[in-house]
């Protein structure tokens, strides 16, 4: 086999990811995900009693991402990460590859990572800061929380693993940024 025929092959094949890798963005703007909305009805049979509710006092209270993230593991959040690599560059001094360097995002100026050029979505937020709530917002939908984004990450719907992935990405600097109250 000789190069040309090589070149040909390997060719087609970036050709082959390019088509997939544009036909999910497409779909993806042509098709958004839906919320889901959970809608149900509790079916009680005729003759039983039903059980009463638990006082409101008894249920447990929502977990914000603040408590979530003190209790996450880093470690999860690199495995989580894994996905993010291809993209993003965790290490100090790291180049930036299609997406910007995440050594020592948290806290950050967004949009302020140098030699990159952001969307104008991103580029709106200008003033505020890669806090905690930011990134748990940006990380469960991108195209909700910077509608034009050019991020084609679809989103962490888990807050566990969202929070993980926070705790990874604080870790990612020489001094960490206070955890949330």
Not at 71 to 93: N, Q, R, T, V
Not at 115 to 135: I, R
């Amino acid at each position: 086999m000789n190069s040309i025929e090589v070149v040909k092959i390997v060719g087609a094949m970036l050709a082959a990811a390019l088509v997939v890798l544009l036909s999910r963005f497409i779909t993806a703007q042509v098709y958004p995900e839906p919320e889901v909305v959970a809608r149900a009805y509790a079916v009680v049979p005729s003759g039983v009693p039903a059980e009463p509710e638990a006082p409101a006092a008894a249920q447990p209270e929502a977990t914000g991402i603040a408590t979530l993230i003190a209790a996450a593991e880093p470690a999860a959040g690199e495995k989580l990460f894994k996905k993010c690599i291809i993209c993003h560059s965790p290490d100090k001094d790291g180049k930036r590859k299609i997406g910007p360097n995440l050594w020592d995002v948290v806290a950050r100026p967004i949009a302020a990572a140098e030699g990159f050029a952001y969307s104008n979505a991103l580029k709106e937020k200008s003033g505020e800061t890669w806090s905690y709530d930011n990134l748990d917002a940006f990380l469960k939908k991108p195209k909700n929380w910077a509608s034009g984004t050019k991020m084609s990450f679809a989103g962490l719907k888990k807050p566990e693993q969202r929070a993980a992935v926070i705790a990874y990405l604080r870790s990612l600097s020489d001094s960490p940024a206070a955890l949330p109250q």
